[in-house]
C-alpha cells in the first residue's frame, strides 16, 4: 500500500502560450478536431483501434476529455450507443474536467466514472478520471484508494504514478531539503517495481521536480530552479546520472507520454548546468513541451522552455 498523500494546493501563472497534451500523437489530434465538430465516430475508431495499451488508452482519453466540445458530443455517442464503455468513459473523464473547472458537481463526475468503470471492469481508465479529481478534491485515504484501484488493473500506469508523485511531494512542505521525504520512497520503489524498460525509471527524477515546485513555493528555495542549486547535490546528481544513462539505453520510443519524461530530464540536466546532455533531450523533444515543471514554482513554461533549449543548444 502507498503512503497516503496530502491535499493539493498549488497556483499557476496561465501560460503565454497554449501546450498540447497530445503532444506527438497525430491520430489523437485528428480525432479531437472531429470530435469538436461533432463527429464522434472518429473518436470510436481510435479507442477501438487503441484497445488494452492502457498508457495509450489513457492518455487518448484524457487528452479528448479536455476538449471544449467533449461532453455535448459525447452524449450524442451515448444516446446512439448506450452500452458503449468507450463513450461512457470519456463521457466520465469529461465530466471530471468539467468539475475541476467548477461547470459541474463534483458528485456528477464521480457518477460517471463509477458507471464507466461498471461497464469495463478491467479498464483502469475510468479510475485514472476519478483520481485526477480526486488528487485535487479528495482525501488522503481516497487518493490511495483510487490509486491503488488503477495499480490492480494495471500496475505499472504512467499517468497514475505521476498523479501520485505530485501529490505525494506536498507533504511536509516546510521541512525543507529532507533527502528522506517520502515522495522519494515512493517514486524509488515504484521505479525498482517497474518492468527494466518501463518509463517509471525516470520517476524519481519527476519526484525531485516536483519536490523542488512544492520547497519553492513554500519560499525555502528561489523561484529560479537553476539558481536554487537543488539539481547538484550528491544525491541529486545519482538521481540524474541514472535516468539519463537508463534512457540512452531505452529502446522504446512509442510509449504515449515519453515526452512527458523527456521535458522532466531536460529541464533536471538542464538544472544541473550539464548542457550537452540537455541538448541531446531537447533535440528528441522538438516542439512537443509540457507545462510541468518549465512552469516550476509559478513560471511562464513557454519562456522557461524556449530559454532553456537555446541555451542549450547554442541559439540565443
Not at 474536467?97 to 464521480?110: F, I, M, N, T, Y
Not at 479529481?133 to 485515504?141: A, K, P, V, W, Y
Not at 519560499?219 to 540512452?248: N, T
Request: charged share 25%.
Amino acid at each position: 500500500m502507498s503512503p497516503p498523500p496530502p491535499p493539493l494546493g498549488r497556483g499557476r501563472k496561465r501560460a503565454a502560450h497554449a501546450f498540447d497534451p497530445a503532444l506527438d500523437d497525430a491520430e489523437l489530434a485528428t480525432a479531437r478536431t472531429a470530435l469538436n465538430q461533432g463527429r464522434w465516430t472518429a473518436v470510436r475508431a481510435l479507442l477501438t483501434a487503441t484497445g488494452d495499451d492502457w498508457d495509450r488508452r489513457g492518455h487518448r482519453v484524457t487528452v479528448l476529455a479536455q476538449a471544449p466540445a467533449a461532453l455535448a458530443w459525447v452524449r450524442d455517442w451515448q444516446l446512439a450507443e448506450p452500452e458503449s464503455a468507450d463513450a461512457a468513459v470519456l463521457f466520465g473523464c469529461a465530466t471530471v474536467q468539467r468539475a475541476l473547472d467548477g461547470k459541474v458537481r463534483p458528485e456528477r463526475a464521480r457518477e460517471a466514472c463509477h458507471a464507466a468503470a461498471a461497464l469495463a471492469p478491467a479498464d483502469p481508465t475510468p479510475w485514472l478520471g476519478l483520481l485526477v479529481l480526486e488528487r485535487t478534491l479528495g482525501t488522503e485515504d481516497e487518493v490511495v484508494r483510487l490509486f491503488d484501484e488503477v495499480r490492480h488493473r494495471y500496475a505499472d500506469h504512467h499517468h497514475a504514478h505521476h498523479l501520485m508523485v505530485a501529490r505525494l511531494a506536498e507533504r511536509r512542505a516546510a521541512a525543507g531539503q529532507d533527502p528522506l521525504h517520502e515522495v522519494y520512497d515512493f517514486a524509488n520503489w515504484a521505479a525498482e517495481q517497474a518492468p527494466a524498460d518501463s518509463p517509471l525509471a525516470v520517476l524519481p527524477v519527476v519526484a525531485h521536480a516536483e519536490r523542488y515546485r512544492v520547497l519553492a513555493g513554500a519560499g525555502s528555495e528561489p523561484a529560479d530552479p537553476v539558481a536554487s542549486g537543488h539539481w547538484i547535490g550528491r544525491r541529486a546528481r545519482q538521481v540524474m546520472k541514472a535516468a539519463f544513462d537508463w534512457w540512452l539505453e531505452w529502446e522504446h520510443e512509442d510509449h504515449p507520454r515519453r515526452l512527458v519524461d523527456l521535458n522532466f530530464l531536460a529541464h533536471a540536466k538542464f538544472c544541473e548546468g550539464r548542457g550537452a546532455e540537455a541538448a541531446a533531450l531537447f533535440h528528441r523533444i522538438g516542439e512537443h513541451a509540457t507545462e510541468a515543471p518549465w512552469s516550476y514554482p509559478d513560471r511562464d513554461p513557454h519562456r522557461a522552455f524556449r530559454a532553456a533549449r537555446d541555451s542549450a543548444l547554442g541559439t540565443v
